[in-house]
């Protein structure tokens, strides 16, 4: 362990996942074919969604900020995993080390504000569909996104404002394949209990209040859909709605388990398996839940991949 002036840690171990070479390998290809996977599936809903008129609604407006935020997530954390399997060296700088967990907060907290965003257009549209192009203007999807960039970044800002301010004198080994918040606050020195106060604090409300406007959209959405008369037509408007909801309960169910408790968990192999869900899993999961269902963004999908000028028929979502 190398260390700066006054006994700060320079640079963390990353574990990772330590098992026997064969198995390792076999883990490496298994990332890494999912690392190019989401890279193709999300880089293509965002190519697809830019080139395509008719999906400049804000539905798909936000879907592909969903995509945008995912392709910058799994190259915050996917990166150093593959690295540490062909290399077996998990050093990462201190300065590496606090930019990357900057970077995953900001992302995590990004995409828990822009999830509810999406669940409470999908209630305008389903409660309100002749008022919601009214209601749901261009204009207010472009300031809700970017509310929930900038909602995400600074409660990151605020919280590796005092992560940052800890001293860490060793040891330096994370238990984990990534730095998240958790195993740097039990590796610390110094007095962390304000650190995690704040973190804590800045989860319930990152965390929380996303979930509550989910869930009180989707309240009212199952209130409406109930209140259709044709079988036909509760499905439809279900089936609209049944792909965000499986990404809100995986999502959310990981991080709230990981996230939102009054004090610094100590790392075990349990939640790492767990972050793999909402770091790697739910990236890769996403185009695939929201696309594979919805004709419109499959159609604009053929027409981008194929480079066709004319699609034989348009189908509507």
Request: charged residues 10%; glycine residues 4%; proline residues 5%.
């Amino acid at each position: 362990m190398r260390n700066l002036s006054g006994g700060h840690v320079e640079d963390f171990v990353l574990v990772g996942f330590p098992t026997a070479p064969p198995l390792q390998l076999l883990l490496f290809v298994l990332f890494f074919i999912i690392y190019l996977l989401t890279l193709l599936e999300n880089a293509l809903i965002v190519i697809t969604i830019w080139l395509t008129p008719s999906l400049h609604r804000p539905m798909y407006f936000f879907l592909g900020h969903l995509s945008l935020l995912e392709l910058w997530y799994i190259n915050v954390t996917i990166p150093r995993l593959l690295a540490a399997f062909l290399t077996r060296d998990g050093t990462v700088s201190y300065v590496g080390c606090m930019t990357q967990l900057y970077f995953f907060i900001a992302l995590a907290c990004t995409e828990c504000v822009l999830l509810a965003v999406m669940a409470y257009d999908r209630y305008l549209a389903i409660c309100g569909p002749l008022r919601y192009p009214s209601l749901m203007p261009s204009s207010l999807a472009t300031r809700l996104a970017a509310a929930s960039w900038g909602s995400g970044f600074f409660s990151s800002m605020m919280k590796l404002l005092f992560i940052s301010q800890l001293s860490y004198c060793g040891p330096n080994i994370i238990n984990h394949f990534f730095c998240d918040i958790s195993p740097l606050l039990n590796l610390t020195c110094s007095d962390k209990e304000q650190a995690e106060l704040v973190d804590f604090l800045l989860a319930l409300v990152m965390i929380l209040l996303p979930l509550l406007a989910v869930v009180s959209s989707y309240a009212a959405i199952i209130a409406a859909i109930l209140r259709i008369s044709t079988s036909q037509g509760r499905w439809k408007a279900f089936a609209m709605c049944a792909a965000h909801l499986a990404v809100v309960v995986i999502y959310y169910s990981s991080t709230l388990f990981t996230y939102a408790r009054p004090r610094a968990m100590y790392t075990f192999n349990h939640n790492k398996m767990i972050s793999v869900l909402y770091t790697i899993i739910v990236p890769f999961l996403n185009p695939a839940i929201y696309c594979l269902r919805n004709k419109e963004v499959k159609d604009a999908f053929r027409k981008t991949v194929m480079g066709r000028c004319r699609y034989p028929r348009d189908v509507a979502d």
